[in-house]
């Protein structure tokens, strides 16, 4: 059975920081890339950060170059999410996403964690 099982959030205060953890079962990880995406209420999903699978290349929202850092463990089955100068529009729900390239229509959720930024 897949799952892939979001934790680390919570509240904080704008400046601060947090980590995300995705922890990954019933699925071949390593062939898999790996992201993170957010939603705020009212608005649409959008992609945050990936990391590809084989050589760990990582891309970022723009909104969150040089704050969050993604990061992956293949033999811990986890993906993470390093966010740092948080600021209150960064207060979302945070999904992990698995994606298998070249293979359209296989890819797994997480059930969300909450990020609130307030003081």
């Known amino acids: 059975q897949v799952q892939l099982v979001e934790s680390g959030g919570g509240l904080v205060q704008p400046g601060g920081s947090l980590r995300l953890s995705c922890a990954a079962s019933?699925?071949?990880?390593?062939?898999?890339?790996m992201s993170w995406y957010r939603q705020a209420p009212g608005k649409e999903r959008e992609l945050v950060a990936l990391i590809t699978s084989a050589a760990g290349t990582t891309n970022y929202a723009d909104s969150v170059k040089g704050r969050f850092t993604i990061s992956r463990d293949n033999a811990k089955n986890t993906v993470y999410l390093q966010m740092n100068s948080l600021k209150s529009e960064d207060t979302a729900v945070y999904y992990c996403?698995?994606?298998?390239?070249?293979?359209?229509?296989?890819?797994?959720w997480g059930q969300g964690t909450q990020v609130t930024v307030s003081s």
């Open positions: 019933g699925f071949s990880f390593s062939l898999y890339r």
């Open positions: 996403n698995a994606y298998r390239v070249g293979f359209p229509g296989v890819k797994y």
